[in-house]
């Protein structure tokens, strides 16, 4: 919470500092900017957002552990390790062409249910006391057909259960 304010504080001054210089004499000739504007500004900026297809999804987190809030940039950070674990097994040009798109940010995050033959599915079981706090298992399924299967096979994509957005197709942006 604290480096969010941060970033924010941040992200508001180098906003302020944009505007000036888009305008120096002070005269306000446009509307305010938009709140996220800022944010915005200081994810080009700093490089976090490199990424021309933002996912505008309105992620359900997959376990009572996940945060379905967090912003593409920041779940790509955590999930990369594991894409780069995923490419290890793909042939030297596709391995290079993900691990680019992954170090770019040229990624595309969509629910795998919104993906046309994808059929992938999880079920997430809670053990131990009430409110399962003790232990977790996820189950998947899946039988994909088409394109969808050919973007998995070619290692072009990949579907897996996340805790921050259950169910997750991610693929390059084309």
């Known amino acids: 919470m604290a480096r969010a304010k941060s970033d924010r504080t941040a992200a508001d001054k180098l906003n302020t ?25 200081f994810d ?3 490089g976090r957002q490199t990424s021309s297809k933002l996912s505008t999804t309105q992620w359900e987190a997959g376990s009572k552990y996940g945060d379905p809030t967090i912003s593409d940039s920041d779940f790509l950070e955590k999930i990369k390790p594991a894409l780069m ?23 595309q ?10 059929n992938y599915h999880s079920t997430v079981n809670y053990t131990g006391s009430p409110g399962g706090l003790e232990g977790m298992t996820v189950t998947h399924q899946s039988n994909p057909t088409g394109a969808a299967k050919d973007a998995l096979d070619q290692g072009r994509a ?16 084309t």
């Open 17 to 41: 500092l944009l505007q000036s210089l888009k305008n120096p004499d002070g005269k306000d000739t446009t509307s305010k900017a938009k709140a996220d504007d800022g944010t915005s500004l």
């Open 85 to 107: 674990t995923s490419a290890e097994g793909l042939p030297p040009e596709q391995r290079q062409a993900l691990e680019t798109a992954v170090n770019n940010g040229a990624i």
């Open 158 to 173: 990949f579907a897996f259960w996340a805790a921050d957005r259950g169910d997750v197709y991610v693929s390059s942006v």
């Open 109 to 118: 995050f969509q629910k795998a249910s919104d993906v046309a033959g994808l």
């Open 44 to 46: 080009k900026l700093s």
